[in-house]
């Protein structure tokens, strides 16, 4: 891991990704079974991790991949993180608007 909160952040994401898409027959791409273990255990907001059913694996993989080969490669991996991270800023954003509000 890099000193910085950035390289660490960049570092991260590459290292998530390939020991995820590594463990399948593709070695740069991440496949329904291995998208199924990244999202168990990186993604432990809200209960996802019970929730999640054969169907939302499914969804998440259409919403991924956008070039529709069934795998998610590393072009479209990152766009998730933007995704996620997107999401997360606005929800954080939000909480503290709300906060200084009250
Ligand atoms: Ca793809």
Redesign the pocket.
Same mark, same amino acid.
């Not at 991924?64 to 490669?73: S, T």
């Given at each position: 891991m890099g000193e910085n909160k950035l390289e660490g952040v960049i570092e991260g994401m590459v290292e998530v990704f390939e020991e995820y898409a590594s463990t399948g027959e593709k070695k740069h791409?991440i496949d329904m079974e291995e998208l199924k273990t990244m999202l168990e255990k990186e993604v432990e907001q809200s209960g996802l991790k019970d929730k999640m059913s054969a169907e939302d694996l499914k969804e998440a993989m259409e919403l991924?991949?956008? !070039?529709?080969?069934? +795998?998610? !490669?590393f072009? +479209?991996f990152s766009r998730c993180v933007a995704a996620l991270a997107k999401g997360y800023y606005k929800q954080k954003r939000g909480k503290g608007k709300k906060k200084d509000d009250s």
């Open positions: 791409q991924l991949d956008k !070039n529709h080969d069934g +795998e998610v !490669n072009r +479209e």
